[in-house]
């Protein structure tokens, strides 16, 4: 015989239907992020890990100033490295102030993979990275000038060198907007002027299992050869050095845990709805529980019977949240990607751990944190069931209110009574209130970002010279990389040293006589401060320098030292006005052949406002979702209240109180508790939000200083009293409802 | 099944306000025996009868039903005892109030291997018409009706019966009466009848009459009134 106490399940569903609707909403939205997302990390993760090998991914690369000999490159291959030539040439003049890399037909190394079209066969065609091409609207079939010459789009591609397009390494963010790939036929290629070129040779290790110590040793050896072959080395960078190829790699790696954290901490807030929800049942259906177990009815039994809605609502949660996670949400989250990254078609592959991941183990957390509520609320005897004795403590737990006004205390009361839901409430529309926080947030944190980069940075241009150059404009100075330990993100991140003049235009108080200024990113991100001592090393010397800190100079533009020319010179035993840089308010006419590199002020801050499209379509999940969650968490838990209080609600009624006086009793005490945990809770999420932008800046070179300005602390305030206005407007049709012959009926 | 209870003592409260609510409370009841247990309020009759249920442990004393003796078992092993032994009629009727009746018959029949026809068990009850209504489409008596047919219908040797027509007026408490009565004749329950109503006792085998936690009078009812002659 099937348990007669399961019928009353599908009409408890049917009499709660908006209450169990909202949950099963939520618990879908959250595990149909959940799994789409993790579903198309792991195609992503599936095509990184395809391109090492099948596409012949670089283990890094260095550039040169002239193309190197064969002898070199023989005895590079002996040393245990092969390197291939990777030339290409650079188009400045690409409209919108866009740089464009042209590469050459690619053969034993980097193989692009097609993602629509095909690549060049002929001469003047070209296949261009497909995220550029989407985001600045380029299709197969149209023309684009280069170098002076009219280009066919053949195709778009995904360079395995490029999965992020980082326009230079030491970018804080890519940027798909103003910065391309491309290739072009060896033909084409060989007919670019001599001058345009910059030689790059990607390199991969003979041997393919090294270990990271021997590769390090090989690549150092590499170095040394080069140098000691008279070759002025530009840049030589290896794979996780290598932003453009590491950068995905990192962010698949730390955004999984992150969104699994986020994904059962909702899930855990859902399974506490539903212990409260089950914990108020209970309460109210004290005397049957009392009369099923006096009638002989096990405590087990009693408590799979009240276990079985949250079973079930979990069920349904985790298989329809898959069901839409596994198709309808997998191309958003792809186009999120393709939007992004520079990476080939994903191919979502079915991983069984994944799958298990957000079905078995949301349904596990919630039986489990339902089953603690259970079997502690149900270790009560049946007697104490019939007595609606459910409280341990009985009354001594009431507390006795000072003389308020009647109406104070019987609302203070009502928030006493209820304070188990009106917690969890708090807890609720503390996380909307997050996720609303970072929604609405991220644009004016990012602009306020781009406009700290834009008034620190003192100069426009920054020249970068393979030689030195006959002129008298700009201020020359001596720059060079190093690196510090980054304990926080556990590696170790680029510092630029400034070596500048007493008498310095652009950073007029950096110069310092003893010791080193730092910049004010890098003084942030490691919480340096005037008196600390810093640790650069210079890993192409491998040496390691310890310098006092002088001061902090107000700079956010980038993870900076400055220290005097001379000083800087006498490091990299040079002499003392070597300088390899030049600073300018304008562009200066240099010989195309000294620079290595030129920085404007718009290469850096349009990289920004790229970041901020990429987000566009994820901050807008973010904020549905947020109030979706916000308006169900509020409904539940607020009616929770209403249903525990009927009984009182009635008996007001018959007493002759007014709907509006008895609105003022209950649902005002509820509009506090609401205005009041949006209020509080904003210094609570200012401090959450600090904490992910820790986070996320120990993930990037960068520093991402915190600022909201106030008019989104009011948006999110906004937003939560009008979700709770209309939720109230339910309420108080609720409260109407609710029958006088509630409190006329036979009771103990 | 045979019914003895032992020297059955209960105390409630600590220290200064530990007070003694049962004091020895010694007597047979006898197979297929109704007995009505009658006391005014505090004399224990409540107590003792959720001690004979299981729903409380005595301090001292047992109580024999059968193979079972109620001394030192665990919670578990009480609620098995009330599984196999005990049927409960309470005074507000404790239905579920999203069954059907007869879904909160059938609540019972569950506990049991062999409970009785439903259809014959509705018949005695004189719900057989009602059988697919929910509790709050039905009058006091027919929800009491309801809720002896639950605690009947796994057909216990034990039905423990709390104030059974307190809640009810008095022309239905005679129907209840007669109603229990008829089970009593037809299946031969032992029942114990907790009631302030002494003419209640009237219709019992035995009458147990309570004061300050002890049995004042133990009688033997040889002089039985059918209930649906009882008048108070």
Known sequence: ?748 | MNLKISNIRKFYGENESRIQVLKGIDCDIKDGEICVLLGPSGSGKSTLLNIIGGLESADEGCIDIGDFCTDHMTEKELSEYRRNNLGFVFQFYNLIPNLTIRENIEVCAYLTKSPLAMDDLLDTLGLTAHQHKFPNQLSGGQQQRCAIGRALVKNPPLLLFDEPTGALDYNTSKEILALIERINQKYHNTMIIVTHNQSISYMADRILKLHDGKIISNTVNTDKTAAGDLEW
């Open chain 1, 1 to 748: 015989m099937r348990n007669p106490l399961n019928k009353r399940i599908p009409r408890d569903f049917k009499k709660n239907f908006l209450k169990y609707l909202g949950m099963i909403i939520i618990l879908v939205c959250t595990i149909s992020i959940g799994s789409s997302f993790q579903a198309t990390m792991k195609g992503a993760t599936a095509y990184l890990e395809n391109i090492k090998d099948n596409n012949f991914q670089e283990d890094g690369y260095f550039e040169v100033l002239s193309p190197l000999s064969p002898e070199i490159l023989k005895s590079l291959k002996e040393e245990g490295l092969i390197a291939v030539e990777n030339f290409y040439a650079t188009e400045h003049e690409f409209p919108d102030s866009t740089k464009v890399l042209l590469f050459n037909e690619r053969e034993s190394i980097d193989l692009p993979t097609v993602f629509e079209g095909e690549l060049p066969q002929n001469d003047f065609e070209v296949a261009i990275d497909h995220v550029f091409a989407r985001n600045r609207g380029i299709s197969i079939g149209d023309t684009i000038s280069l170098l002076g010459k009219e280009y066919r789009v053949c195709g778009t591609v995904s360079l395995p060198d490029y999965s992020a397009l980082f326009m230079n390494n030491t970018d804080l963010m890519m940027n798909t907007n103003h910065f391309c790939v491309s290739v072009i036929s060896k033909e084409s290629f060989e007919a670019i002027e001599e001058g345009s070129l910059t030689y790059r040779y990607s390199y991969r290790f003979e041997q393919r299992d090294l270990k990271k110590k021997d590769q390090l040793a090989i690549e150092e050896k590499t170095y040394k050869t080069l140098l000691l072959n008279g070759v002025g080395v530009q840049n030589m960078l290896n794979r996780d050095q290598n932003q453009s190829i590491s950068f995905l790699e990192t962010d698949l790696g730390t955004d999984g845990p992150f969104m699994t954290v986020f994904v059962y901490l909702l899930v855990a807030m859902i399974a506490f709805i539903f212990a409260i929800l089950t914990n108020n049942t209970i309460e109210s259906e004290s005397v049957i529980i009392g009369t099923l177990r006096s009638l002989g009815f096990r405590k087990g039994e009693i408590i799979l019977h009240y276990l079985q809605p949250t079973l079930i609502v979990a069920v349904i949660g985790s298989a329809l949240g898959n069901l839409i996670g596994y198709t309808l949400m997998i191309e958003p989250f792809i186009e999120i990607y393709y939007t992004t990254y520079s990476i080939g078609p994903i191919v979502v592959p079915f991983d069984v751990p994944s799958f298990l991941l957000t079905t078995v183990l949301p349904v596990v957390i919630m039986i489990l944190i339902n089953c603690c509520m259970l079997a502690r609320k149900l270790s009560l005897s049946p007697l104490k069931f019939l007595r609606k004795e459910l409280k341990k403590n009985g009354n001594k737990r009431n507390i006795r209110l000072p003389n308020f006004s009647f109406l104070n205390r019987f609302r203070l009361r009502v928030i006493l009574q209820n304070r188990g839901s009106y917690l969890m409430l708090f807890f609720g529309i503390f996380l909307t209130s997050f996720l609303l926080m970072f929604g609405i947030g991220l644009a004016p944190l990012m602009d306020h970002y781009t406009e700290d980069i834009n008034q620190s940075l003192p100069y426009n241009y920054q020249y970068l010279l393979k030689a030195p150059v006959n002129t008298e404009e700009g201020e020359k100075l001596l720059v060079y990389e190093m690196d510090t330990w980054f304990s926080l993100g556990n590696k170790d991140i680029g510092v630029s040293c400034f070596g500048i003049q007493e008498n310095s235009r652009y950073f007029k108080d950096a110069f310092a006589e003893q010791g080193i200024t730092v910049s004010s990113a890098l003084a942030k991100k490691l919480n340096l401060e005037t008196g600390d001592t810093l640790i650069l090393k210079d890993k192409a010397r491998d040496k390691e320098h310890s310098f006092s800190i002088a001061g902090i100079y107000p700079y956010d533009a980038s993870m900076a030292v400055f220290l005097s020319q001379s000083s800087l010179s006498e490091l990299l035993e040079q002499k003392e006005d070597t300088y390899n840089c030049i600073l300018s308010d304008t562009k200066l006419n240099l010989p195309e052949e000294s620079i290595a590199k030129m920085i404007s002020r718009e290469d850096l801050l349009g990289a920004t406002n790229q970041m901020l499209q990429s987000f566009e379509n994820v901050i807008l999940y973010i904020n549905v979702f947020s109030v979706v969650v916000y308006f169900v968490i509020l409904y539940i838990m607020t009616k929770v209240v209403i249903e525990k209080n009927a009984l009182p609600i009635s008996y007001m009624k018959v007493f002759g109180y007014h709907p509006g006086e008895i609105r003022k009793l209950y649902l005002t005490a509820t509009t506090i508790v609401v205005i009041t945990s949006l209020f509080v809770c904003i210094p609570l999420e200012i401090w959450l939000f600090k904490e992910v932008l820790v986070f996320l800046s120990s993930m990037i070179d960068g520093y991402i200083a915190f600022y909201l300005p106030m008019r989104v602390y009011l948006e999110i305030i906004l937003i939560g009293m009008a979700a709770y206005l209309g939720i109230n407007a339910i309420h108080i049709h609720s409260v109407k409802k609710i029958p006088m012959t509630e409190a006329l009926k036979n009771r103990e």
